[in-house]
């Protein structure tokens, strides 16, 4: 076999097909493994370049071929299937595709950095967290819907749904088969109560423990959730060669649709992770809210912007800085100074 090149990898549950070219991009390796052939084989083949796309159980695969002594690198799905796959999609050429992205210099710049067992693990207690607040906004909504029906209403707030399922249990108006169903999704809501204070208790365990996101916390727009996400989705701070293609990355920079020398730019890409984005304009909506109260202690620059524009596009553009302050936080390993820069102050402390 002629030295490998790189070698571009499809996985999947159980087979994984393997594309591999030398230096003049000739293929020389075209191998479909089982999982268990799969560590075995890299294990005897000459180290090399290995790209996957990252997907699910990618960043294990990353770790694993790294232990062997292999370079890998992941590749965001996007980069690989709209460029380099035509009509036609197997696995074979799947495999051939990620090869040819991984020489692409523009997909270079895009790597995904692998995350470590310690950050997939910080990454799991967020995902699992969201997951179990998503479900307990659920099930208020849905106590909230069929109580409606029955003509019993409650004000906003999670601290009225107890009072609520306290009034449809000793309602004798209501069927016997209702009070049945309230009763289920009300021990569902009480269980999950525990269970997401337990959470909280975890993160904010972590959140202590990290040196970095006890310094992202001094910014004004970032919370505990807010910098345990920005730690465990921005793996290597680095990889951003400055900080508005960090801003990008997160979707917060706006869409430019220019051509024949118009510039024509719209609303923002909402590429990258959506709970970072959410989180990072959530912050920024509650800072917003604190400066239109007390608008003598909030940042001129905001003051100032919110005399022009409505809440919610201020709010994506204090975002937009906040995640480049993140970025400049991360990378440099300085803390938060709001009077850095006086002629181009970003945000002020509160």
Known sequence: MAKLARIGIDTSKSVFQLHGVDRRQQPVLRKQLRRRQF???????????????????????????????????LIPPQHVKGSYIG????????????????????????????????????????GVRE????????????????????????????????????????????????????????????????????IDKQMMAFHRSNEVTRRLMEVPTIGPTGACLLVTKIVDPHAFPSARRCAAWLGLTPKDHSTAGRQRQGGITRAGDERLRAVLVSGAMACI?????????????????????PPKVAAVA??????????????????YDPNRSVAHRGLTAS
């Open 289 to 309: 809210r604190h400066a239109r109260n007390r608008p003598s202690t909030a940042s001129p620059w905001l003051v100032e912007l919110l005399k022009r524009k």
């Open 87 to 126: 009509h036609n999609k197997n696995d074979k050429i799947d495999a051939e595709a990620v090869c040819d992205a991984m020489g692409r210099p523009k997909v270079q710049e895009r790597f995904v950095p692998i995350k470590s067992i310690e950050q997939s693990a910080a990454q799991m207690l967020l």
């Open 131 to 198: 997951s179990l607040v998503k479900r307990r906004t659920q099930l208020t909504n849905t106590i909230r819907g069929h109580a409606a029906e029955f003509g019993l209403v409650a004000a906003k707030g999670l601290d009225k749904i107890t009072p609520l399922l306290a009034r449809i249990a000793t309602d004798d108006s209501l069927p016997a088969l209702a009070k049945e169903m309230f009763a289920v999704l009300g021990q569902e809501y009480v269980e999950l109560g525990p269970r997401i204070a337990k």
């Open 318 to 335: 204090l975002a937009n800085k906040t995640a480049r302050i993140a970025w400049k936080l991360m990378t440099s390993g300085e803390r």
């Open 39 to 73: 560590l075995e084989f890299f294990a005897k083949l000459e180290r090399t370049t290995i790209g996957l796309e990252a997907c699910g159980a990618s960043h294990h695969w990353g770790r694993e071929l790294m232990k062997l002594g292999h370079q890998v690198v």
